[in-house]
């Protein structure tokens, strides 16, 4: 076993700017292109996907996963975008994977991280400062609430005792069509 590396979970969204792509565009599969090239990302910075799940949020759970920023300028924005149509939220697994989830998504602001970090996916992908394509936890705790509020059911104590083994060992393959990591029994 590899003593050197420990893996961490972080919650990830995908934002409906991604999502929710108007019909006249539909005809195009944008919507669909930018998801799987945000997958594609994923993949090939070695994340491996524990859980994920499309859901469109109403307001009320929208204030209650940002009710930090409330009182805000961009608080009703936000609430009113993330509300607007489907999220794709995904426990998300790598080490360190909270700071590196971060680093690949790329600063808050688009319009300024369109220069200053353009390979992120919020610099590539990104439409404004609200509608930054994607979300990540920002420390473990944070992490902990977030995933427990996106998978209640999930529980990460009995992950780690039971699947974490599985998972730093490298046993494990994707299913592509479930986009899902599953334990190679
Ligand atoms: P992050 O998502 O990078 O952790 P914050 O937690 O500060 O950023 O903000 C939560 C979300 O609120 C951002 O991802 C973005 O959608 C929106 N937001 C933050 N700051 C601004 C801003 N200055 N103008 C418009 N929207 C913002
Ligand atoms: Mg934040």
């Known amino acids: 076993m590899n003593s050197k590396i420990a893996l961490q979970l972080t919650l990830a969204l995908i934002k409906p700017d991604v999502t929710k792509v108007p ?6 599969s944008l919507g669909t292109y930018l998801l799987k090239a945000i997958h594609k990302r994923i993949l090939d910075e070695k994340f491996m996907v524990i859980r994920q799940k499309m859901m469109h949020l109403t307001t009320a ?9 409330k009182g805000k300028f961009f608080y009703n924005r936000l609430v009113t975008f993330m509300s607007s149509g489907p999220t794709q939220a995904l426990i998300l697994c790598h080490e360190d994977a909270i700071s590196r989830w971060r680093q690949i ?5 688009v319009y300024r991280t369109q220069y200053e970090a353009p390979d992120t ?3 590539m ?10 979300h990540g936890s920002d420390a473990p705790e944070t992490a902990a609430r ?11 104590g009995a992950w780690q005792r039971t699947d974490y ?20 029994t």
């Open 146 to 156: 977030e995933i427990g509020f996106f998978f209640p059911e999930f529980d990460i």
């Open 61 to 69: 759970q929208t204030e209650n996963f940002y009710a930090e920023h």
């Open 23 to 28: 019909p006249v565009l539909q005809i195009l």
């Open 105 to 109: 998504m790329g600063p808050t602001k």
């Open 125 to 134: 992908y990104g439409l404004t400062d609200t509608r930054n394509c994607t």
């Open 165 to 184: 083994k599985h998972f730093l060992n490298g046993n494990v393959e994707l299913n592509e069509k479930e986009f899902l990591h599953r334990i190679v």
């Open 121 to 123: 996916l919020r610099g």
